[in-house]
Structures are given as C-alpha cells and as structure tokens.
C-alpha cells in the first residue's frame, strides 16, 4: 500500500519570505499523480498544485513551485513571496494513475503560519 | 468549486442513531469519494463509486455503507453511529481529463 509522510507538523515563515514544505512517498506503482491540497480554517480542500511522475519537469503555479525527485521518492511544495493568505493547513497526497481503484492517500499534514 | 455540495453542514446526533450524509454534484463526473479527516491522519478514504450501482471499499470502510442510485448523489450512511465516527467528512468527485479530486465543503459530524 501507498503511504505519504509529512515529518514537518508545524512551520511558520515571515511574510514574503519563501518556505519549502517537505513530503515523501512509498509506491512500486510506476504511473502516479502528486497533489499539494492547502486547507484553511474554512475547511475548504483547494487543489495548489499537481503533478504527473512521469514529467520531469517540476509543476509550478504562481508562487508554488515543487522539487520532485522520484527516485528518492520525494515531493516538496516550495512557497514563494508569502502572503499572510497562505495560512493553512497543507496536505500532501498520492494517487495511482491506473484503474478504478485509484484511491488519493494523504499526508498527516503541515500546519503552515504566515506571520506579519 | 467543481460543483459539489454537501448536506448537512453540521450535525450532532447521538450514539446508536442512524445518519446519512449527501454528496450532490452538477457536473455528471463518473467518480465520487466519500473521505473522513482526523487529526494526525489526513484523510482517509471509506467508499468510492465508479458509476451508478457500482460502488467499493476503502480503507476505513466499516461501520458504513454507500448508494449511488444517480449519477448526480452519493450517499454516506452509519447505520448506528458511534463516537468513533465523530469526524469531519469530505465528498469529492476525480475530474476525467485531469485525474484530479476535486472536494466538497465538508460535513462535520458529532456522535455523542
């Protein structure tokens, strides 16, 4: 089975400065998607950023990059310029790319602050 | 938001009764997940549907069960709820082009 760990519980950052969040995987899957899901106190899952393993070339949106290294099984989400928006929890996870079974397992979680 | 909505937002109940849980989508996605959070776990599948009638396990699936009588719902039901089950629970339907979950707003469920 897939497992996703987050070793980073809590972190915080100034505002505007860049915070990189940590995750790794444990799959002998081949094809698989990795999802950074931020969750503010709203409750609200909001996709931030996804990426295909068999891409290269490191998925960025706006001010959210990531460092995917999948031989050592390693996905971290890098926050740049942070906002005080940014404030949330967020969520690593995993899905196979095949079949009807491609359930999405996640990280524990990193509770991220963003403080003025 | 993909379309999702959850009913009830909240609800408390007590230990014994029976709940069920709505997941409505607009958007006529063929997959739809049924997730609990807990603190220090993430979220955790319990069911999923890959059609109308055609639903299965996840990971966390006893104590409940599911239907999908139309494409459009999803139901979540605790035939006899337990303070285990005191939880946050998110619908989410798998976007066909992208692969990619998108979730309701959640519905937080107190057994006492």
């Known amino acids: 089975a897939q497992t996703v760990t987050q070793s980073q519980p809590e972190m915080s950052v100034q505002e505007a400065e860049t915070v990189t969040l940590s995750c790794t995987y444990d799959t002998s899957e081949s094809n698989y998607y990795l999802f950074w899901y931020k969750q503010p106190p709203s409750r609200q899952m909001i996709l931030v950023i996804r990426?295909?393993?068999?891409?290269?070339q490191n998925a960025t949106e706006n001010r959210f990059s990531v460092n995917f290294q999948k031989a050592a099984k390693s996905f971290s989400l890098k926050i740049s310029d942070s906002q005080l928006g940014d404030t949330a929890m967020y969520f690593c996870a995993f899905m196979k790319q095949m079949g009807d079974n491609n359930d999405m397992r996640f990280g524990a979680g990193t509770r991220l602050t963003v403080k003025p | 938001d993909a379309g999702i909505t959850q009913s009830p937002r909240h609800k408390v109940t007590e230990t014994g009764t029976p709940v069920t849980l709505r997941c409505h989508q607009t958007e006529n996605h063929r997959y739809m997940y049924w997730y609990r959070q807990d603190p220090g776990h993430g979220l955790r599948l319990i069911h999923y549907s890959y059609g109308v009638k055609d639903t299965d396990k996840g990971e966390v699936s006893d104590g409940y069960s599911v239907s999908r009588s139309k494409t459009e719902d999803f139901l979540l039901t605790l035939e006899s709820a337990t303070s285990s089950q005191t939880s946050v629970y998110f619908c989410?339907?798998?976007?066909?082009?992208?692969?990619?979950?998108?979730f309701g707003p959640g519905t937080r469920l107190t057994v006492l």
């Open positions: 989410a339907i798998r976007e066909g082009r992208t692969d990619t979950q998108y």
């Open positions: 990426q295909e393993a068999y891409k290269q």
